[in-house]
């Protein structure tokens, strides 16, 4: 690699989001980036630093994983207590959760239609509403 140029455009994208682009969060923003829309959690996400010999902790990853979703890089999808992935596809879109496995997949957001939603509580509007899909093997 020749200086810093591959990682102009993410630099920018974090300067953007208000983050300062530090040596982790660039090498982390490449691997999770680059490849295309995707989802990672911190675990995978710190084998492919580890892999890539981005010397960096769990601890880090996760850190900087939420800050980023913060900042709107990405976005958090739980799908069990304890047990979230990280998207880094923004667009209208919600997802199947395949239980066997722990796979999670793309579904378009004109997909699904939700037909009725309570009233938010006093003091609150509705955000964003996210579907999960939990799918089980046929018997
Ligand atoms: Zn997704």
């Known amino acids: 690699?020749?200086?810093s140029r591959p990682y102009a455009p993410l630099v920018e994208r974090l300067n953007e989001a208000g983050l300062r682009p530090t040596r982790q969060r660039l090498a982390l923003a490449k691997l999770l980036f680059d490849p295309g829309n995707r989802h990672?959690?911190?675990e995978t996400l710190h084998a492919e630093a580890q892999g890539a010999n981005v010397r960096v902790s769990l601890a880090t990853v996760y850190n900087t994983l939420h800050k980023f979703t913060q900042k709107g890089l990405l976005r958090e999808v739980i799908v069990?207590?304890?047990h979230s992935y990280f998207d880094t596809n923004m667009g209208d879109h919600h997802h199947f959760y395949?239980?066997?496995t722990g796979e999670l997949q793309d579904v378009a957001g004109s997909a699904?239609?939700?037909a009725r939603l309570p009233e938010p509580p006093a003091g609150h509007r509705l955000g964003r509403v996210d579907v999960v899909i939990r799918l089980q093997p046929k018997k």
């Open 80 to 82: 069990e207590a304890g």
């Open 98 to 100: 395949f239980e066997a």
């Open 40 to 42: 990672v959690t911190a």
């Open 1 to 3: 690699m020749t200086g």
């Open 112 to 114: 699904v239609e939700v």
